[in-house]
C-alpha cells in the first residue's frame, strides 16, 4: 500500500532557501562535503536508486523519526506552501543523518535539528490549491497541514485517487 505524506517545504524564508538547495535542482551528491557525510551503506543505497549521482533531497526534524521509520521507496510526498501542494514527489532513500542535513541546508548550528533526509525519486512541480484536498472525503475546509503529516491507508487512497495518483506498483 502506498503510503502518502504531507510535508510543507515553501512556507518561512528559511524554507524556500532549503528548497532552492535541494529541489529546484538535483544535488550531486558524491561531492565530498554530501559523500563524506554517508557511510558506506548509505552510499550503496543511494547509488542503488540514484545511479546518475543526482537527487532532490528534503528533510524532516527530529520530532518525526517515528513517521519516517513507515516511509517506504515510492511513498508519495506532498510537499506544500502558500496554500498548495507545489511538488508531488517519490520516496527514494530515507536517511537518519543529521551531517548529511547540515551539509545539504547550512542551517545555524543552533537551529538545526533534522536528523531525517529523504531523497525522490521522482519530483513533478505542481500548484494544486489546498481546496482539491479539502473537498476530498475526510478532510476539514481551512486544514493548512501544518507540520509532517503521514496520512493513513484510507486518506493515502483518496489523495491519490483525488488528486490522480498512481499508487507504487
Known sequence: MTKVVIQPSYGKP????????TLDTPVPF?????????????????????PAGKAHF???TDKHDRRMDLLEP???VLLTGQRHVRAVGRVGCVL????LARALWRPDPRDCLWS???SLLEFRRTWIPYEEIWALPGFTTGDNFMG????DAT?????????????AA
Open 116 to 118: 531525517n533526509v529523504f
Open 96 to 99: 537518519r543523518n543529521p551531517a
Open 58 to 60: 528534503w528533510g524532516a
Open 30 to 50: 558524491h561531492e565530498p562535503s554530501y559523500w563524506d557525510t554517508l557511510d558506506p551503506g548509505e552510499r550503496a543505497r543511494l547509488e542503488d536508486l540514484h
Open 74 to 76: 515510492r511513498d508519495v
Open 155 to 167: 486518506k493515502s487512497t483518496v489523495v491519490l485517487a483525488g488528486l490522480g495518483i498512481e499508487p
Open 148 to 151: 509532517l503529516r503521514l496520512l
Open 14 to 21: 528559511e524554507t524556500r532557501r532549503h528548497w532552492a538547495d
